[in-house]
């Protein structure tokens, strides 16, 4: 939803990053408002997940120039965990497998520690349980997976729910999503992508980065952008993902 | 009786002299304990140029100043409520290697299960305990177990008759509390023919006392009998513990140990396991919890000396600090002891830059058909998991003393005793917060 006149939460001004030396982004200029949906789309290799990565502050990208500021903050001046305290989200491409962990210790960790933050109750072990399997309805998921590590074991797509599972339990102001939708069958896709509808109030303000269109069949993009070469090299409306669909990314790599 | 024979280290002799024989008047014990203490002068202190002892320098212990246990201090059972575990309704304690009754309950043990001192046992339980003691624990290479043995005065038995079931875990709890003293805790299990027990073997320190601790366990396991034993070491940290375990297994019996390792300066634990009858099984996991300037050494024996033996080991380490963790694991399988099964597998974490492990499997395979494996890592945290968590809100701290609670985990949980699951934990825990801080 596009208020002109929403609160700004993200604003990214020329970023440049780099990742074991290579400069992947290189000048990347993004304003998110509350309530809007962006899409990040472009090939393999154009610079999206390091930029989801670099704005949640992964210790191995390094921002070399540019500015965020997120919720009128410095956010380069906040630990990755002070982002996500005051309310950035990443859903990981890959969700990080802790065996020994059992998850729903860390789930309510994580879900106490935001509550602290945020001045508000911590619950209980019962009475978390309780709130999570609420929040595991909406995702359909078994509550079996309270009493397994985190991400253990779990299938492709059961780890991408757990992801969704942690935005709905954390309620981001910011989620960046990084390929939650690959990995996921039709019928998972449909069911996450109904999770995150839900979870998406005009508060808040969600960014989905992926390479194919078919999850904006289900979310329905206020903006998307096209990466290319580590810039943005392309801005535009919801039709750009069908666009780019029939059109293919290689023109993408020639204006880069 | 003292010795006449001049030991063979300043301290050793300090040792010896310090110490009057004990008489009981029962010619097989002060027989006994009369070779072992000819074996205890013979016998040197182990060096670093013994391979038994490359990595374990036990200087320092050898200059600890030697004095005579005094007079037990007077302690409450609410001074041990934090060692107790609530399961463990038998439980016997010893303050300063002495019996202490007032602090022990030992009470309504069904028939055929048996909780004592030596001392009581004796009267009621000589012919098993003379079929047992020290003939398991060997003394004529190891110094430790024969000053133990030299030493024997008191200790506590537990026997389980034949196709009986000890009710409830029993609790074993040697507790030091005296500067510069020496304790021998002793502990003989005799689980006969399809018994069952479940042992818990706890040495704690009171304070930050730095005395030692030599210490011997035998644990008879009979055909198709069960053994579970669980031993704590959380002894005080500028202490010193050398313990020996001998566990014997006859045919079909099983035993699984689950050693925790958290206190001392420096400790040296010998589990020696021998399969003397075929098809018994064996689980032996390990966690060995370390910081500042610890070093914790363990040192395993798995003896397949009987065919269709099947042995499982995990041991761990977590080090912290400039500590030093040293795991040892030799597995034998003797000639004829064929479809032996038998893994092995070391895990280490390093949490500080100074912190060192050496861990070295030792397999000696004599028969041709069976199935041996063993492993080793050394790590550190894995940072995309510290990144996880604190994307998730987490402190780095956290985020890692949570990591290293799990790393520890796989073994805490295995414990037989869920108060025990609980307190390790919560030690675990706390004590990865200290280590986190250094």
Redesign the interface.
């Known amino acids: 939803m596009i208020r002109p006149d929403a609160k700004v939460l993200l604003e990214v001004k020329g970023l440049c990053a780099k990742v074991g030396g290579v400069e992947i982004l290189k000048g990347i200029d993004l304003t998110v408002r509350a309530g809007e949906v962006h899409a990040v789309m472009g090939p393999n290799g154009s610079g999206k997940s390091t930029f989801a990565k670099a704005l949640?502050?992964?210790?191995s990208y390094e921002v070399t120039g540019g500015s965020v500021a997120f919720d009128g903050r410095d956010l380069f001046a906040l630990?990755?965990?002070e982002?996500?305290?005051r309310g950035l989200?990443?859903g990981?491409q890959y969700?990080?497998e802790?065996?020994?962990?059992s998850n729903s210790a860390?789930l309510r960790?994580?879900y106490n520690?935001?509550q602290a933050?945020r001045g508000k109750d911590e619950l209980d072990p019962l009475e978390f349980d309780d709130f999570a399997r609420g929040k595991m309805k909406l995702l359909d998921m078994d509550p079996g997976f309270l009493d397994r590590?985190v991400n253990d074991g779990f299938s492709g797509g059961e780890k991408k729910r757990n992801e969704i599972l942690?935005m709905a339990l954390?309620e981001p102001r910011l989620a960046i999503l990084d390929e939650t939708d690959s990995g996921l069958d039709i019928d998972a896709l449909r069911v996450v992508a109904g999770g995150i509808n839900h979870l998406h109030g005009p508060g808040d303000a969600v960014v989905l980065v992926t390479h194919y269109q078919r999850m904006l069949n289900y979310i329905v993009p206020d903006y998307v952008h096209v990466m290319g070469g580590g810039r943005i090299v392309r801005t535009g409306g919801k039709d750009l993902a069908f666009e780019l669909e029939s059109r293919g990314y290689d023109w993408v790599r020639a204006a880069a | 009786m003292m010795s006449a024979v001049v030991a063979t280290h300043p301290y050793i002799e300090a040792l010896l002299k310090g110490h009057e024989m004990p008489r009981g008047g029962i010619s097989w014990l002060d027989e006994r304990r009369a070779q072992a203490l000819e074996r205890a002068n013979a016998l040197t202190v182990p060096t670093t140029r013994d391979e038994e002892w490359r990595f374990t320098d036990i200087t320092p212990l050898t200059k600890l100043r030697f004095r005579p246990a005094r007079a037990t201090p007077q302690l409450a059972i609410s001074d041990l409520s934090r060692f107790l575990a609530p399961e463990a309704t038998v439980h016997l304690t010893f303050v300063d290697g002495v019996f202490a009754p007032e602090l022990s309950a030992n009470a309504g043990l069904p028939y055929g299960t048996v909780v004592t001192s030596f001392a009581a046992a004796l009267h009621t339980h000589g012919a098993v305990i003379e079929q047992h003691l020290a003939r398991h624990a060997g003394f004529e290479k190891e110094l430790f177990a024969a000053l133990n043995t030299c030493h024997l005065r008191d200790g506590a038995f537990v026997w389980v008759a034949r196709n009986r079931k000890c009710p409830t875990p029993v609790q074993i709890l040697f507790v030091s509390t005296q500067q510069e003293t020496v304790a021998y805790p002793r502990i003989l299990v005799v689980a006969e023919a399809g018994a069952e027990c479940t042992l818990i073997e706890d040495h704690a320190g009171l304070g930050d006392e730095a005395y030692f601790s030599d210490a011997v366990t035998e644990v008879a396991v009979g055909e198709g009998a069960c053994v579970r034993h669980v031993r704590v070491q959380r002894d005080a940290r500028a202490a010193f513990h050398i313990a020996t375990c001998a566990v014997a297994l006859a045919k079909d019996a099983r035993y699984a140990s689950h050693a925790v390792t958290l206190g001392a300066r420096i400790s040296r634990h010998n589990l020696n396991v021998t399969q003397q009858g075929e098809g018994s099984e064996v689980r032996m996991d390990g966690l060995a919890l370390i910081s500042g300037r610890q070093l914790a050494d363990t040192h395993t024996l798995m003896d397949h000396a009987c065919p269709n033996g099947r042995s499982r080991q995990l041991h761990k380490c977590i080090v912290g600090g400039a500590a030093h963790a040293v795991f040892n694991g030799k597995i034998v399988v003797r000639p004829g002891a064929q479809l032996t099964d038998s893994a092995q597998e070391s895990r280490n974490l390093l949490l500080s830059g100074k912190a060192q492990v050496d861990t070295k499997p030792q397999l000696e395979i004599f028969a041709d058909d069976v199935k041996c494996s063993h492993g080793a890592t050394v790590g550190q945290l894995?940072?995309?998991?510290v990144?996880?968590?604190?994307?998730?809100?987490?402190?780095?701290n956290?985020a890692r003393n949570?990591?290293t609670?799990?790393?520890g985990?796989?073994v805490i949980d295995r414990i037989p005793v869920p108060s025990l699951i609980e307190q390790l934990g919560e030690m675990v825990l706390a004590r990865t917060q200290v280590v986190g801080d250094a």
């Open positions: 949640a502050g992964h210790p630990a990755p965990e982002r996500a305290r989200f990443l990981f969700p990080v802790i065996p020994g962990v860390f960790l994580a520690t935001m933050a590590s942690q954390l | 894995d940072q995309e998991q990144f996880y968590l604190r994307s998730r809100g987490l402190s780095p956290r949570l990591l609670y799990a790393f985990a796989e």
